[in-house]
T-cell receptor
Framework: ETGVTQSPTHLIKTRGQQVTLRCSSQ?????VSWYQQALGQGPQFIFQ???????GRGNFPPRFSGLQFPNYSSELNVNALELDDSALYLC?????????????FGPGTRLLVL | GEDVEQSLFLSVREGDSSVINCTYT??????LYWYKQEPGAGLQLLTY?????DMKQDQRLTVLLNKKDKHLSLRIADTQTGDSAIYFC???????????FGSGTRLQVQP
C-alpha cells in the first residue's frame, strides 16, 4: 500500500471544458509529480511541485496547470480540453531532498474527452 | 534529450526466465527504474538501480546495467502467470524525479 490517492477514478468531459484532478501524497512526502499516460504508451512527465511551487515542467502547453497545498496535496487543472487529452493521469509523491530513490505512484484518474 | 526504448512484446512459458531489455540515451541518469503495470491499474515500483552499480538482485528480480552501452535489463526468474503485465523502464535525469519512461514491454506468460 503506497498511500498515494487520486480522485476521481474516472471522468468524462467534452471538448473545450475544464477539469481538475486531485492527488493526496503519501504521508511525509513533500513533492508531487504528475504524468499523462495515453493508451498504449508510457507515462509522460507533465510537471512537479515542491513546497507549493512548480519545480520542473515537461513538454506540455500552459493550459495544463497545477497547485500544491500546504498539506502537500496537489491538483492538476486542464483548460480547453482536447480529444488528445484523453489518458490516464498519474501522480507520484516523494520526499525531497532526501537522497531516497523511491517515488510512489497513485492508481490514476482515467479521463475521457468526447 | 532523454529517450528510453523497449521492445514491445515478450512471451515466455511459466517457470522459464524472462529478460526485458531497455536502452536509454542520457548518461546523466541518476537512477534507473523498473515498474509493472497491470490492466487498468497504476504503476508498481518493482526495483531500481543507481547509476554507479552494475547489478542488483532482489528475490526473483535481477537488474543488469551496462553504462557503456546505456543498456538496462530486468530478469525475472521462475516466471509465473501473475507476472503477466506491462513492464516499463524509466530513467531519472540527474535525480530530478522527473522520470522518462519507455513505451513498455508486454510480458505474456503461458501456462
Amino acid at each position: 500500500e503506497t498511500g498515494v490517492t487520486q480522485s476521481p477514478t474516472h471522468l468524462i468531459k467534452t471538448r473545450g471544458q475544464q477539469v481538475t484532478l486531485r492527488c493526496s501524497s503519501q504521508s511525509g512526502h513533500n513533492t508531487v509529480s504528475w504524468y499523462q499516460q495515453a493508451l498504449g504508451q508510457g507515462p509522460q512527465f507533465i510537471f512537479q511541485y515542491y513546497r507549493e511551487e512548480e519545480n520542473g515542467r515537461g513538454n506540455f502547453p500552459p493550459r495544463f496547470s497545477g497547485l500544491q497545498f500546504p498539506n502537500y496535496s496537489s491538483e492538476l487543472n486542464v483548460n480547453a480540453l482536447e480529444l488528445d487529452d484523453s489518458a490516464l493521469y498519474l501522480c507520484a509523491s516523494s520526499l525531497e531532498p532526501s537522497g531516497q530513490e523511491t517515488q510512489y505512484f497513485g492508481p490514476g484518474t482515467r479521463l475521457l474527452v468526447l | 534529450g532523454e529517450d528510453v526504448e523497449q521492445s514491445l512484446f515478450l512471451s515466455v512459458r511459466e517457470g522459464d526466465s524472462s529478460v526485458i531489455n531497455c536502452t536509454y540515451t542520457d548518461s546523466s541518469s541518476t537512477y534507473l527504474y523498473w515498474y509493472k503495470q497491470e490492466p487498468g491499474a497504476g504503476l508498481q515500483l518493482l526495483t531500481y538501480i543507481f547509476s554507479n552499480m552494475d547489478m542488483k538482485q532482489d528475490q526473483r528480480l535481477t537488474v543488469l546495467l551496462n553504462k557503456k552501452d546505456k543498456h538496462l535489463s530486468l530478469r525475472i526468474a521462475d516466471t509465473q502467470t501473475g507476472d503477466s503485465a506491462i513492464y516499463f523502464c524509466a530513467e531519472d535525469y540527474k535525480g530530478r524525479r522527473a522520470l522518462t519512461f519507455g513505451s513498455g514491454t508486454r510480458l505474456q506468460v503461458q501456462p
